[in-house]
């Protein structure tokens, strides 16, 4: 016999050989002297004698007997199984994952049925059935099986009652045929839990004073969590605001009456007020605050925290500072005046204009009279102005109500610019002494001058017999001059009445808009300012020399005024560069009958009884290039008529600008000019009254192949109406410098200029100047007189700059038109002119003749060879055009080149344009190489690299653009930058859909990435119950409210906010490019409350595109998926929990709102935590008496809740009338799914229900 441990519960156990049986028996003991009934074993034969150890070390006692008979020794390994607990220790918090379980497991199948109890140990301080329960507390292994786990289940009873830290310490006890294992006990911890946590919102950001009586603002205070243990928590009323004297009556539901105290909460109340009244007076005083801040929050268990600290009120002084009266010398002054004062708005600024134009002020009194008052009204200055009333009365009723005041310009048929008049206030007349005599501020009025300046009276010179303006001089201030304030001893000295800056400051392709100070009236002893153009008009071409035409002023005088006296006087002025008379020129063109002939300019057959081939070989260019729209030629002229059926297609269109809307859109000093301007009327309708600009634009552009009419040079072009030719055929110098800046600052690369006059002016120079610093082509007639222009020159065409270039006429024989000007070192080429047919105003067609006629053919030559050549300078056109002319023995010594144009030859002397290229490969368009989309969030930027279009044209510049592949535009929240290739964006909801990158030429030549770039945006927000980090939030497809495998899923960061990469290929089911709602819901499980440090206790849902996710979303998505519209869905939420309609419950983020004192979020943050209390609490009270998931659970509750919210009815969650019915449905749900409903366990229902 031997005497061992052998179930290791440390009590003595017997081991027994039996040599007639050939067996050993083993009896359990007891450690009170009694044993088990014996368990024998097989050995040897005739076993003798036993001995025990651990012969293989597991830690259980084994026998060995020496068979005394059979010469051997028998080994017996005990295999008892042993038995444990799955870990030492367990931490969960309350509600953060229902039921969970703690495994016990065995070491191997029993022999015999082998039991363990499960039981609290004394040192735990959790209590069972209060704070836990335990299922089962005994478990059975049956002999001979197989599972060696079973599952002890422990439920956390979830509460709102603030609580620290807890253990519950459970024993492995009475195992019966099973040896305790090293891990017999084991330890769950229960985490603090509820903290509680305070916010505080005001009602309103602001709040107007008012003059009297008092205005109530209140402050809420709200605290979450656990909501069932009383707490405190102090508060302080303070801002700039003071006390008694600007508000009063502390009170509220909080139980304030100080401007400091505590506001105790009894268990389950959500909110207290604090209350205020403003008070209202008449005091001049600034805006004032009211904030109310909260501090020490007390509370049992975990310590209590504050969200928001702070809210503020705002209390806006809506009282106005009195006029104070004149003083009066008076030896018994009367008593002072108190809060009287009269109003008037405005006091300046008001327009009228002579043709009757009108403005109003206001006026009214600052405090209540105790009599009538009377305020008289005139004018100082009835020539240009009236006023109606011509008085205002106010009494103890009106007195604070505006009476307006309306001021009417008066015409007076001179132009003497706009004066400036005022409408005086007379002393006040009342029985009242504060406001008898008391004087208002006069009201300054401007009356703008219609009057044609001076009639538009021209002058003839008697010396040159050229035209000039009455009463105008053009003068060029020096550049250290033209910055700085201009005395009366220069133009106001002289008598000058209106000053103007000749161009706009500022150049509309500058980002810079035009100076407001570029216009001046001039009245006696006045000075003005105009702006340095240094800075006022910044250079377009850095190359570039500068400007000239901002240091221009156009100067008005009377029309009788002697501008050849002012002229000379001026030009010995240091600070004056030049001073010319405002001269007119004249269109090139010749009186001849109208007759039909054909275009024999473009292809000259003999058709005209000419010279066959006399012609520009127009055709010929034909074949290679027809033109191009991105190529704008200005036609300076007496307009166009941009509608004509010829042309109304090839008239230039202004991308910058909006039709109609009287606003400068494109800053370029000029409004509404959509095809152009009239300078001539001022206004940007640039519609021909003489046909001269309609023939030369025809010339230039008429639409080809459409089966009417004539045709252009170039059939494709962009034509820009300039109207600086009045009716009478005759131009101002200044207007036509005017449209040579607009043309070159509105891009214009090529301009016709079909006009001339014998003078020469330094404006139009340095107009013309500008244009070839920016590369513009100018094309000019070369005068009709028949003279030599070398001898007796012809402007613009003569003026010696590299951008011009100068054309005689030619006829159907190719000789030099008879009245064609000419010239060997000042006419560079010649082209037709002579009985040219083109287009009229009003779809008509005629002949005309003159170098006027000859010009728009090379101006369309040049168009054409530019669309051909888009890199082609202003020098390599002209270059181009005269290397490559006809030479005629006609033209031979008579101008520069010796022939006339042929447009055939410059393009058989052109290379032709070769298209963009689009380079398919890894580094050029990696998005077609790359496994992944381009982008894996909302947001996203990318730049596609720049040799992924190439050009084979040396220095050709490429334009990119990007659409959606079927050519529409890209939505408006992704933007593409065309500069830097750039496509960026935030995508409201989850989708997909590709890009079609398209690069453009100068000759308009383009070609695209066909195959396009995917972008597939996943879904962007954030999980709010507080913020939640950790979270693991997935697209539920199936809308079960479990994570699939296969579901795509993130976890969201420390602040809440998750990135959702979702796979359109096996989520988008209807493939349209979006996650409908239909396709799945976003669901949030898990993760901590950043604010709380408490884990979310409920699964959140929200609607596929939500940017949010919260309980409130839970509501819509459960309404949606129940076949409700999104919309409809989202506006019976907020109309059930009475939200305003404008908020959108699945983008906005309450927490944000609120602190930011958002419309609605204080509104929409409150009904967040009275949504968020109902639903847990109901849980945590089913909880007790079902076996469900909570997720079941949690299903139940916001099922129940919506189908109130989908029957129409309106909830307080706030009222046990409204909540009840939630409870009881869901409680009714939960019965359908869960027969083990045991309704006994529910001991708090009758108290809930009660709160």
Excluded: C
Excluded at 27 to 50: H, M
Excluded at 546 to 574: G, H, T
Excluded at 875 to 884: G, I, P, R, W
């Amino acid at each position: 016999m031997a005497v061992g441990d052998f179930n290791n519960d440390n009590k003595s156990d017997l081991a027994v050989a039996n040599k007639g049986a050939n067996n050993v028996s083993i009896l359990l003991g007891n450690g009170a002297g009694s044993f088990t009934a014996a368990d024998n074993f097989d050995v040897g034969t005739n076993p003798y004698d036993v001995a025990v150890a651990d012969f293989d070390g597991d830690g259980r006692q084994d026998l060995a007997a020496a068979n005394f008979q059979s010469n051997n020794v028998s080994v017996l390994l005990n295999n008892t199984p042993f038995v444990n607990f799955g870990s030492v220790t367990y931490d969960r918090t309350k509600g953060s994952a229902g039921t969970f379980e703690i495994p016990v497991t065995i070491s191997r199948s029993p022999v015999k049925d082998l039991t363990v109890a499960i039981a609290p140990n004394s040192t735990s301080t959790a209590t069972q059935n209060l704070d836990y329960t335990i299922s089962p507390t005994n478990i059975t292994f049956s002999a001979g099986t197989n599972t060696l786990t079973q599952n002890v289940a422990v439920t956390i009873i979830d509460d709102d009652v603030a609580e620290s830290s807890e253990t519950v310490v459970f024993d492995l006890s009475s195992i019966a045929n099973g040896i305790a294992g090293k891990t017999t006990q084991t330890t769950l911890t229960i985490a603090v839990n509820d903290p509680i946590t305070y916010t505080i919102a005001a009602a309103t950001p602001s709040l107007a004073e008012g003059n009297s009586g008092s205005n109530p603002v209140t402050f809420t205070v709200t605290r979450s969590g656990g909501i069932d243990t009383a707490s405190s928590v102090n508060y302080a009323i303070g801002g700039t605001a003071t006390n008694g004297t600007d508000y009063n009556n502390i009170g509220g539901t909080s139980g304030a009456t100080a401007a400091t105290g505590t506001i105790n909460f009894a268990a389950s109340e959500v909110s207290k007020t604090i209350a205020v009244n403003v008070s209202g007076d008449a005091d001049i005083e600034p805006d004032e605050t009211i904030t109310v801040s909260l501090s020490n929050s007390v509370a049992p268990g975990p310590g209590a925290t504050t969200a928001i600290a702070t809210a503020t009120t705002t209390i806006t002084n809506d009282d106005v500072a009195p006029v104070s009266p004149p003083i009066a010398e008076n030896n018994n002054p009367p008593a002072p005046i108190v809060n009287a004062g009269i109003i008037v708005n405005p006091t300046s600024g008001l327009v009228t204009t002579e043709t009757g134009g009108t403005d109003k002020f206001t006026i009214k009194l600052n405090s209540q009279p105790t009599a009538d008052v009377t305020i008289n009204l005139r004018s100082n200055n009835e020539a240009e102005g009236i006023v109606s009333p011509t008085s205002v009365t106010f009494n103890s009723s009106n007195w604070n109500l505006e009476q307006t005041v309306t001021v009417t310009g008066a015409p007076d048929r001179v132009f003497d610019g706009s004066q400036i008049y005022s409408i005086v206030t007379d002393p006040a007349v009342s029985a009242d002494r504060n406001y008898s005599g008391l004087n208002a501020i006069d009201v300054l009025v401007t009356n703008s001058d219609n009057d044609p300046n001076n009639n538009n009276k021209s002058i003839v010179d008697p010396v040159t017999g050229d035209r000039y303006k009455a009463g105008e001089l053009l003068v060029k201030l020096k550049p250290d001059a033209a910055g700085v304030t201009i005395q009366s001893d220069l133009f106001a000295g002289i008598g000058a009445i209106e000053v103007e800056n000749l161009v706009p400051p500022s150049p509309s392709n500058t980002v810079n808009p035009p100076s407001p100070i570029d216009f001046a009236f001039i009245t006696e002893g006045d000075a003005i300012a105009l702006p340095n153009p240094a800075t006022s008009a910044p250079q377009t071409n850095s190359n570039s020399t500068a400007e000239q035409l901002p240091q221009w002023r156009e100067v008005k005088f009377a029309a009788n005024a002697d501008l050849q006296q002012i002229k000379a006087k001026l030009a010995s002025d240091p600070r004056v560069a030049a001073v010319e008379l405002n001269y007119e020129l004249s269109i090139q063109e010749t009186p001849n009958d109208p007759k039909f002939k054909q275009l024999w300019g473009f292809n000259n057959t003999g058709q005209t009884d000419g010279t066959p081939d006399a012609d520009i070989d127009a055709a010929t260019a034909w074949d290679v290039q027809k033109g191009s729209k991105n190529v704008v030629v200005a036609v300076i002229d007496s307009g166009v008529d941009y509608k004509h059926q010829d042309l109304a297609a090839n008239i230039w269109n202004n991308p910058g600008e909006i039709a109609g809307d009287r606003i400068d859109n494109d800053n370029n000093g000029y409004k509404d000019d959509v095809r152009g301007y009239d300078f001539i009327n001022k206004d940007s309708d640039p519609m021909d009254d003489n046909s001269h600009g309609t023939h030369i634009a025809g010339t230039i552009g008429a639409v080809g192949n459409n089966r009417i009419g004539v045709v252009g040079v170039s059939q494709n072009v962009s034509i820009m109406p300039i109207k600086v030719i009045d009716s009478d055929e005759f131009g101002p110098t200044d207007r036509i410098v005017k449209g040579i800046n607009y043309a070159t600052n509105n891009g214009a690369k090529i301009i016709n200029a079909s006009f001339g006059g014998s003078f020469s002016s330094q404006v139009m120079k340095d107009a013309i100047a500008d244009a070839n610093n920016k590369g513009v082509l100018f094309v000019a007639a070369a005068g009709n007189e028949g003279n030599n222009n070398d001898r007796n020159p012809n402007y613009p065409a003569s003026y010696d700059l590299p951008n011009i270039i100068s054309v005689a006429a030619t006829n159907d024989r190719d000789r030099l038109a008879g009245f064609s000007n000419y010239g060997k070192n000042s006419v560079d080429l010649g082209a037709p002119g002579e009985d040219i047919l083109s287009t009229v105003p009003g779809n008509q067609y005629n002949f005309k003749t003159g170098t006027s006629m000859a010009a728009p053919h090379v101006a369309g030559a040049a168009a054409l060879l530019l669309a051909q050549n888009p890199n082609f300078s202003a020098a390599q056109l002209k270059d181009s055009l005269m290397k490559t002319v006809d030479p005629l023995t006609s033209l031979n010594g008579k101008t520069v080149s010796g022939g006339r144009l042929n447009l055939g030859k410059s393009f058989n002397n052109s290379p032709a344009n070769k298209p963009p290229v689009f380079n398919y490969g890894e580094t050029t368009s990696p998005w077609h190489f790359n496994n992944l989309p381009a982008n894996n969030s909302s947001t996203f930027e990318y730049a596609f690299p720049a040799n992924t279009f190439t050009d084979p044209d040396p220095g050709d510049k490429l334009t990119y653009t990007a659409t959606l592949m079927d050519g529409n535009p890209l939505p408006q929240w992704l933007t593409f930058n065309s500069d830097t290739r750039t496509l960026s964006g935030k995508s409201p909801k989850p989708q997909e859909f590709r890009v079609k990158l398209t690069a453009t030429d100068k000759a308009g030549a383009s070609v695209s990435d066909d195959r396009g770039m995917l972008l597939i945006f996943g879904s962007r927000g954030v999980v709010i119950d507080g913020y939640i980090a950790g979270a693991t939030l997935f697209l539920d497809a199936n809308k079960n409210g479990i994570k699939d495998s296969n579901e795509p899923s993130t976890i969201t960061d420390s602040n809440g906010e998750y990135n959702l990469d979702i796979s359109f290929e096996n989520f988008d089911i209807n493939q349209n490019g979006e996650i409908d709602p239909a396709e799945g819901n976003l669901v949030a499980i898990g993760g901590i409350d950043t604010a709380t440090g408490l884990p979310l206790e409920t699964p959140v849902t929200a609607p596929s595109e939500a940017g949010v996710v919260t309980l409130l979303t839970t509501l819509v998505a459960d309404l949606i998926d129940r076949g409700i519209a999104p919309e409809t869905a989202q506006s019976a939420v907020k109309t059930s929990l009475s939200l305003p309609a404008e908020v959108d419950l699945i983008s906005l983020d309450p927490i944000l709102a609120t602190k930011n004192n958002e419309p609605g979020g204080v509104r929409v943050f409150t009904e967040m935590v009275k949504v968020q209390n109902t639903i847990t609490q109901t849980a945590a009270l089913i909880d007790g008496a079902s076996s469900s998931t909570t997720e079941e659970i949690v299903k139940a509750v916001v099922a129940s809740m919506s189908d109130r919210i989908a029957s129409g009815n309106v909830l307080n969650l706030s009222n046990a009338a409204d909540v009840s019915p939630i409870i009881q449905q869901a409680i009714a749900k939960i019965q359908q799914i869960d027969p083990s409903f045991d309704s006994q366990k529910l001991p708090q229902l009758s108290r809930k229900l009660r709160q």
